[in-house]
């Protein structure tokens, strides 16, 4: 089993940023990846960002690319998501998710986090 708590949501001025941190615990990952994934009121959840824990290479959606920046530290089995110039519209809940089944972009994973509220007022 894996385990994975998200903290750093909260209510922000757009234009502001905000980190959020994914700390993942218990077996090893079966295979490489984690993600981001974010849902706001009435609609679906979407793919934001992904990582690859080895590589550390990223893929970010359109809508984020240039302002938010996927991270991790090994050591700490931490990944982080800094978001800047946030905008009214990345108002969502922010899920962490680990281990995709098919591609990293659909939200097809084997674990997830709670999830995070994060809250940017215009």
């Known amino acids: 089993q894996v385990q994975l708590v998200e903290s750093g949501g909260g209510l922000v001025q757009a234009g502001g940023s905000l980190r959020l941190s994914c700390a993942a615990s218990?077996?090893?990952?079966?295979?490489?990846?984690m993600a981001w994934f974010r849902q706001a009121p009435g609609k679906e959840r979407e793919f934001v960002a992904a990582?690859?824990?080895?590589?550390?290479?990223?893929y970010y959606a359109d809508s984020v690319k240039g302002r938010f920046t996927f991270s991790r530290d090994s050591a700490k089995k931490t990944v982080y998501l800094q978001m800047n110039s946030l905008k009214p519209e990345d108002t969502a809940v922010y899920y962490c998710?680990?281990?995709?089944?098919?591609?990293?972009?659909?939200?097809?994973?084997?674990?997830w986090g709670q999830g995070t509220q994060v809250t940017v007022s215009s």
């Open positions: 990582i690859s824990w080895s590589s550390g290479d990223t």
């Open positions: 998710a680990a281990e995709p089944k098919t591609y990293i972009y659909t939200d097809k994973y084997n674990y």
């Open positions: 218990g077996r090893t990952f079966s295979n490489n990846f």
